[in-house]
Antibody, heavy 120, light 112 residues
């Protein structure tokens, strides 16, 4: 069945780096764009970044621009979020989501999330 | 950025009774291609998100027909005709007409 599984979360000190992965299965990963979202404890959902199905375009939320990098490895069906210069406000559960849209995002499949805690 | 405002933020309901959640947008969500990219998601406690409704009123595969979405422009509604125990959790509206960023409402917590 179609599935997204995130990993790589953990506790990290401010200013350090962390690399999140999202492994897709049950569908053709290379056919769809992918997004990262995050949810701070007790808060709502925030969009983080997107990568086009062919990797040709990426966009970032202003809050992470210049610090985070989204990438994909279609040979491994894996989406990656490289997070550098982490801050306390980056704490939260990070979700990857599949985008089956052509014009606007159509987020039809979500992973279970991985928790990132930025704390000294 | 488009701001989505949900109401109510907390929704106590009785099993078998209907429930309704409103989502109001800071600007009209009709795209120039004729579609409206307003979606509804459900998040059970401790779980990930599941999309229920896309483009205002289309139910995702496997979503019970007691869920329905309606609306246009800046006003949208998610209705549950008869609430069941498995419907507890937080409901979010999300828009993809004007993006990035993709934005969500604050969430509505439905509890029995």
């Amino acid at each position: 069945q179609e599935q997204l599984v995130e990993s790589g979360g953990g506790v990290v000190q401010p200013g350090r780096s962390l690399r999140l992965s999202c492994v897709a299965s049950g569908y053709t990963f290379s056919s769809h764009g992918m997004h990262w979202f995050r949810q701070a404890p007790g808060r709502g959902l925030d969009w983080v970044a997107v990568i086009w199905f062919d990797g040709s375009k990426t966009y970032y939320a202003d809050s992470v621009k210049g610090r985070f990098t989204i990438s994909r490895d279609d040979s491994k069906n894996t989406l990656v979020l490289q997070m550098n210069s982490l801050r306390g406000e980056d704490t939260g559960v990070y979700y990857c989501a599949r985008d089956v849209g052509v014009v606007g995002p159509e987020l039809d499949l979500w992973g279970q999330g991985t928790l990132v805690t930025v704390s000294s | 950025d488009v701001v989505l405002t949900q109401s109510p933020l907390s929704l106590p309901v009785t099993l078998g009774q209907p429930a309704s959640i409103s989502c109001r947008s800071s600007q009209s969500l009709g795209h120039t291609n004729g579609n409206t990219y307003l979606n509804w998601f459900h998040q059970r406690p401790g779980q990930s998100l599941r999309r229920l409704i896309f483009r205002v009123s289309y139910r995702d595969s496997g979503v019970p027909d007691r869920f329905s979405g309606s609306g246009s422009g800046t006003e949208f509604t998610l209705k549950i005709s008869r609430v069941e125990a498995e419907d507890v959790g937080v409901y979010y509206c999300g828009q993809g007409t004007y993006w990035p960023p993709y934005t969500f409402g604050q969430g509505t917590k439905l509890e029995i």
